[in-house]
C-alpha cells in the first residue's frame, strides 16, 4: 500500500479503473471483465456487494475486513487505484460532521478539503463546499490549511444521493483486466523468469494456462511440487490457473540417443515449442510465452531462438527479452516468487546439460538430425499424456490438517 | 510402499508406541516437579536410567538423555574437549564420520584453537589401526571413531582402537554407535563415551543418549536446571526418555534372531548386483548386513533415488544433485573410489521387517531402471 490510510468505519472501497479509460468502445467489455475478475477474486468474501458507475466500481464491505479486501484487490490488474471510502448522505450538514471526525483521528498538521461534485443539482459549487467544510476542523482542530502538500487530503465525491469521503489513494496492480486479450500458454521451467514473464502477461490483460515438462526420474518430484508452487504464486493475479504437466522422458531420452551431444538442448527446446503449440490449438491459446532473455544462457542466444522459433508460426512472446538478470530479479522478488525459484531442484533445462552446447545453431542441421528418429509420434504421446491440474491461490488443505 | 531406509530411521515398534502414549496420558508430569505427578515421572525416567545402565553393563549415572544423536555427539566432543583443554588441544577423528562429529571438530579448530587430526580410512572404509597409531602425540584428548558407517556399513575395529589408545595415550575414546546398536555387540565397558540414538531402533525420534564415564567432566552445550546431573540442562523429555530402555532392550533381545534374516537379505542382493553390468558394490565384504552400498555406473543418484521411489521403493542417496554442479559422498571419496562411483551410489538399509519379496521387488526395479535410464 502506498499511502497511510486512517481507518473509521470505512464501509466502502471506491476503485478506480486503469488504463482502459482510454479504450473507447471496447469499454464496456473492459469493466464487465474487471468486474468479474474482482469478484473472483473476492470471492471469500460472501458479504461485499458491488455497485458500478461509468468509471467507478464500489465495493460495500458490509463488516469485512477493509485491509484483506485491499491486499487482494491490489493483485487484480486493472485497477489503477482504489480508496477506502465512507458513505453518508449527500446532506452538508452530514458531510461536515463525517469529515471533522476524520480530521480528528488523522495524525495530521496539515488539511485540504477536495470535493468534486458530480451532482451539479447539489445546492453549493465546490469550493463552496470545501469552506464549509473546512470551517469545524479549522476551529475545532489544530489543523492548518496547505492546498499544496497536505498530511491529509479530504476528498469528497457528492453524487446524487450518497456522497463518498476518502483519505488516500491505494495504488493498484494496473494494466489490464486479465482475460480482455485472449489467452497465452506459459513455458513454467521452475526458474525465476518464467514466473515474471507470466505475470508481465497477466498485466496486460492475456489469461495464462502453464505447460511444464517434466521428465521423471531425471527431474524428481519436489521439482514438480516447486513448478506446482510457483503456478500457485502466479494464480493470484487470476484466481486460478490450469497447469498442463507434459511426461517429457521418453522424448527427451531419444533426442539423447539421435542428436549430436551439441544440439540436444536447441532440439529439446524445439521440441518443447511443439508440444506448447498443438496444446494451444487445445486450449485456444493464442500465443506461446516463454521467460527467455537474449543471451542468457546458450539455448537463448538470436540465433538460438530464430533455429526454435522455426518450428511454430504461432507467437512465442518473451516477455522479460530484454531485461538483464537483476531487473528480472527484483521483479521476482516483488511479485514473490523469487524465493521458490530458487530451490535447488533439476528441472527440464539443467538436466542433460552437454558440455558444449551450441550458441549458433542453424535450422538445417537441427532439421536433419530430427530426421533421424520418428519424433512425430513421440510428441503425439506427449500431448495425449498430458496431466491437467488447477491451481488455486490459498494452499489446499490435506487429509493432516487434523494435525495442526 | 517399500522402505529400505532403515539407517535413516526406523518406524517406531508398536510396543513402544503403546508405552509412549501411556506415559503421555497418564505420567504428563515435570519431572522436575516437586508433587506426586511430576515424581512418577521422575521416578520412571530413572528406572530408565537404571534399566539402559543395567543392559551396557555401566553405571546409572553414566547414562545421559539428549534429544538426539547429533546432541550426543557434539556434547561428547566439544563439551569434553573445552573441560579438558588445559591437558592438550590435539582431538583425533577420521574422515568419514557423521557431519555432527566433522562440524563439532571443525568448529574447535576455527573458534578454539585445537588441532584436529582426520584419520584417512582405507579403501574398506574403515580406520587402520597403524595410522591411528602415529596420529597419536603427546597433547591428544580425545579420539571419535564411528562404530560402523552410516553410508557403507562398514566395521571399525573399535576394541583393537580402544586398546592401542588406552595403552598408549591418555586420551579418552569417543565412539559414535548410532548405526551400529541392536545389529552388534559394543564394548561399552572399554570405551569412555558412547552416543546411541532411538529412532535408529524403532524408537521415538528427538531421543538419545550419551554414555559417559563417571570419572570424565564435560562442559554443558545446554546450560540449565539440575536436570542430567546438572550438565545438560532443560525441561526432560520424561515420555522419550522413560521409553528409552524398552526400546533398548527390545533391540538388543532381537539382536540375534535378526541378524541372520538380513543377512541373507543382504547376500541376496550382493548376488543380483555382482550378476548386473556396470553395478559396483561398494560396501566391503564384511560390512555390516543391514547397510548395502552400491553404484549404478550410468545413472545418478538422484536419478536413481527418484526412478525408484516412483516405484514405492524408499532408499537413499548421500550425493543429490544440486543444479549443474554434482554432490560427491564424501565416504566413497575418502574411499578412493573416483567420482563416477561416489556421484552415482545408493544406500539400500535392511531391517528385520524386510521381506525376501522386497528385495526381489528392489532388484527386478534396479534392472529395468538401469536398462531404461542409464546414460553413458
Keep these: 500500500m502506498t499511502m497511510v490510510q486512517n481507518k473509521i468505519e470505512y464501509n466502502h472501497i471506491l476503485v478506480r479503473f486503469g488504463e482502459l479509460s482510454t479504450k473507447g468502445k471496447n469499454k464496456k467489455d473492459f469493466i464487465k471483465r474487471l468486474l468479474v475478475n474482482v469478484k473472483n477474486a473476492l470471492r471469500a468474501y460472501p458479504h461485499l456487494t458491488y455497485e458500478r458507475t461509468h468509471d467507478r466500481l464500489y465495493i460495500l464491505l458490509h463488516g469485512e475486513d477493509a485491509d484483506k479486501v485491499a491486499e487482494i484487490l491490489s493483485h487484480v490488474f486493472g485497477i489503477s487505484s482504489f480508496s477506502f471510502a465512507i458513505r453518508v448522505d449527500s446532506n452538508i450538514e452530514h458531510i461536515k460532521e463525517m469529515s471533522l471526525r476524520i480530521a480528528k483521528q488523522a495524525d495530521a498538521k496539515t488539511f485540504k478539503i477536495d470535493t468534486k461534485r458530480s451532482d451539479k443539482r447539489f445546492p453549493m459549487i465546490s469550493d463552496e463546499i470545501n469552506r464549509a467544510v473546512a470551517g469545524p476542523i479549522l476551529k475545532q482542530t489544530d489543523l492548518k490549511v496547505d492546498v499544496k502538500h497536505p498530511d491529509l487530503k479530504i476528498q469528497i465525491e457528492i453524487h446524487e444521493q450518497d456522497t463518498y469521503l476518502m483519505t488516500g489513494r491505494i495504488g493498484g496492480a494496473g494494466g489490464y483486466p486479465i482475460g480482455v486479450g485472449g489467452k497465452a500458454l506459459i513455458m513454467l521451467s521452475g526458474g525465476i523468469d518464467s514466473p515474471v514473464a507470466a505475470y508481465l502477461t497477466m498485466k496486460r490483460g492475456v489469461a495464462i494456462e502453464c505447460i511444464h515438462y517434466a521428465s521423471p526420474p531425471y527431474t524428481s518430484d519436489r521439482a514438480k511440487e516447486k513448478v506446482l508452487e510457483l503456478a500457485r504464486l502466479v494464480s493470484r493475479y487470476q484466481g486460478h490457473v490450469r497447469v498442463h504437466i507434459v511426461p517429457f522422458t521418453e522424448l527427451q531420452l531419444a533426442i539423447y540417443q539421435n542428436c549430436d551431444e551439441s544440439y540436444a538442448i536447441t532440439i529439446m527446446r524445439r521440441m518443447m515449442v511443439r508440444i506448447a503449440q498443438r496444446l494451444s490449438e487445445q486450449i485456444h491459446a493464442l500465443a506461446i510465452v516463454n521467460g527467455e532473455s537474449i543471451g542468457q544462457v546458450a539455448s537463448q542466444t538470436l540465433e538460438s531462438m530464430l533455429c526454435i522459433n522455426d518450428v511454430t508460426c504461432m507467437p512465442v512472446i518473451r516477455p522479460v527479452c530484454t531485461m538483464d538478470k537483476l531487473e528480472i530479479i527484483q521483479l521476482a522478488k516483488q511479485i514473490g516468487t523469487y524465493e521458490t525459484s530458487i530451490l535447488p531442484f533439476e528441472d527440464c533445462c539443467t538436466i542433460f546439460t552437454p558440455q558444449n552446447p551450441v550458441t549458433k545453431p542453424s535450422i538445417a542441421k537441427a532439421v536433419k538430425m530430427e530426421q533421424r528418429f520418428d519424433y512425430e509420434s513421440l510428441l503425439t504421446s506427449c500431448v495425449d499424456q498430458i496431466e491437467h491440474i488447477d491451481i488455486y491461490p490459498n494452499k489446499e488443505q490435506d487429509e493432516n490438517e487434523d494435525l495442526f | ?376
Excluded at chain 2, 91 to 109: F, K, N, R
Excluded at chain 2, 215 to 222: A, F, H, K, Q, Y
Aim: proline share 2%; charged share 20%; aromatic share 6%.
Design chain 2, 1 to 376: 510402499m517399500i522402505y529400505l531406509d532403515y539407517a535413516s530411521t526406523t518406524p517406531i515398534r508398536k510396543e513402544i508406541l503403546d508405552a509412549y502414549q501411556k506415559v503421555l496420558r497418564v505420567y504428563y508430569g515435570n519431572a522436575d516437579s516437586l508433587h506426586q505427578i511430576g515424581r512418577e515421572s521422575q521416578k520412571l525416567m530413572e528406572k530408565s536410567r537404571a534399566q539402559i545402565a543395567q543392559l551396557f553393563s555401566v553405571s546409572a549415572s553414566e547414562i545421559f538423555f539428549t534429544s538426539c544423536a547429533s546432541e550426543s555427539n557434539s556434547w561428547a566432543i566439544k563439551g569434553f574437549a573445552l573441560a579438558n583443554m588445559y591437558r592438550g588441544k590435539h582431538i583425533i577423528t577420521t574422515c568419514v564420520e557423521h557431519s555432527s562429529v566433522l562440524h563439532a571438530c571443525d568448529q574447535l579448530e576455527k573458534h578454539f584453537g585445537f588441532e584436529v587430526t582426520y584419520l584417512p580410512i582405507t579403501k574398506e572404509g574403515i580406520v587402520n589401526i597403524e595410522t591411528l597409531k602415529q596420529a597419536f602425540r603427546k597433547d591428544t584428548i580425545l579420539v571419535s571413531v564411528m562404530a560402523v558407517n552410516n553410508e557403507t556399513g562398514a566395521l571399525n575395529p573399535i576394541e583393537e582402537c580402544a586398546k592401542m589408545i588406552h595403552e598408549q595415550t591418555r586420551a579418552v575414546f569417543h565412539v559414535d554407535a548410532v548405526q551400529a546398536v541392536g545389529k552388534i555387540n559394543i564394548p561399552y565397558e572399554q570405551i569412555d563415551m558412547v552416543t546411541v540414538s532411538a529412532h535408529k531402533i524403532y524408537g521415538c525420534k528427538g531421543s538419545a543418549i550419551l554414555y559417559k564415564k563417571d570419572n570424565l567432566s564435560l562442559l554443558p552445550l545446554i546450560n540449565g536446571g539440575q536436570q542430567e546431573s546438572g550438565i545438560r540442562g532443560g525441561t526432560s523429555n520424561a515420555p522419550v526418555n522413560i521409553v528409552f530402555a524398552k526400546t533398548l532392550r527390545l533391540a538388543l533381545e532381537e539382536q540375534g534372531n535378526t541378524y541372520a534374516h538380513v543377512k541373507q537379505l543382504n547376500d541376496t542382493l550382493r548376488q543380483a548386483f555382482r550378476e548386473m553390468d556396470d553395478v559396483t558394490i561398494n560396501s566391503p565384504n564384511d560390512a555390516l548386513p543391514h547397510i548395502l552400498n552400491v553404484s549404478f555406473l550410468h545413472v545418478g543418484s538422484e536419478i536413481m533415488l527418484n526412478a525408484l521411489n516412483e516405484r514405492g521403493i524408499c532408499v537413499s542417496a548421500q550425493s543429490t544433485c544440486s543444479s549443474h554442479k554434482k554432490a560427491h559422498s564424501y565416504v566413497l571419496s575418502a574411499m578412493g573410489l573416483g567420482d563416477v562411483i561416489s556421484t552415482h551410489a545408493i544406500r539400500i538399509s535392511l531391517s528385520y521387517l524386510t521381506t525376501m519379496e522386497e528385495i526381489q521387488a528392489l532388484i527386478k526395479a534396479c534392472k529395468e531402471i538401469n536398462h531404461d535410464y542409464g546414460t553413458k
